[in-house]
């Protein structure tokens, strides 16, 4: 049952991160552990579906752990399976459809 239920998220996300979702909008993930946060982004600066850049925010502090301007699905992947580690290590993650997402940071 705990592999099915693993290979059901991992399909998941795959399908969230992997072009299903609408490119050129901001796909957050937000992982919690307690009372803490982190927030894994797929953002596309120019709005198209690259160049893009898969963000993440800790403390307060963000940086870009990896970009593409060639390679399409490459940020979304990337995405993907940095939250699955976080999940591994005990996080709670939760995909945020693009809205819910924008109005929490707003």
């Given at each position: ?11 998941c ?47 307060g ?46």
């Amino acid at each position: 049952m705990k592999t099915l239920c693993f290979l059901t998220m991992s399909c998941c996300l795959t399908m969230l991160f992997s072009g299903v979702v609408i490119a050129g909008q901001t796909h957050t993930t937000h992982c919690q552990l307690g009372d803490t946060v982190r927030v894994i982004q797929v953002v596309y600066p120019e709005g198209g579906e690259l160049p893009c850049e898969v963000r993440y925010q800790r403390e307060g502090e963000q940086s870009v752990l990896w970009q593409a301007r060639n390679e399409a699905g490459y940020c979304e992947q990337k995405a993907a399976d940095f939250v699955e580690k976080q999940r591994g290590w005990g996080w709670q993650c939760t995909f945020m459809p693009d809205d819910a997402a924008r109005s929490e940071t707003d």
